[in-house]
């Protein structure tokens, strides 16, 4: 079993920059694919970004490629997005999400097994 705990979102001007982190507890962490989802008032959770379980393999969504940057530490067991030159349009509710059968990646929220309780990034103009 993989519980997500998602860290770092808070309150950041247009231009700005955050870092969020998703620590994992669970021996198979490593083994698994992750991805990044985010979910803005009134909109439907939408995928932002993910990578493969070594880490060699990334793919983001149109709306943040250029900006966002996925990455993990399988010894530290965390995941983590870096978001750069954020927009009003990133404000969201982030969460982390791992696929436990992880052949390919994937931008499908019913592919993903376990899910973080989320973290709220606001991004003012």
């Known amino acids: 079993h993989v519980q997500l705990v998602e860290s770092g979102g808070g309150v950041v001007q247009a231009g700005g920059s955050l870092r969020l982190s998703c620590a994992a507890s669970g021996r198979t962490f490593s083994s698994y694919n992750k991805g990044w989802f985010r979910q803005a008032p009134g909109k439907e959770r939408e995928f932002v970004a993910t990578?493969?379980?070594?880490?060699?393999?990334?793919y983001y969504a149109d709306s943040v490629k250029g900006r966002f940057t996925i990455s993990r530490d399988n010894a530290k067991n965390t995941v983590y997005l870096q978001m750069n030159s954020l927009k009003p349009e990133d404000t969201a509710v982030y969460y982390c999400a791992a696929d436990r059968t992880p052949w390919s990646l994937t931008t499908q929220i019913k592919d993903y097994d376990y899910w973080g309780q989320g973290t709220q990034v606001t991004v003012s103009s």
């Open positions: 990578i493969n379980w070594s880490g060699g393999s990334t």
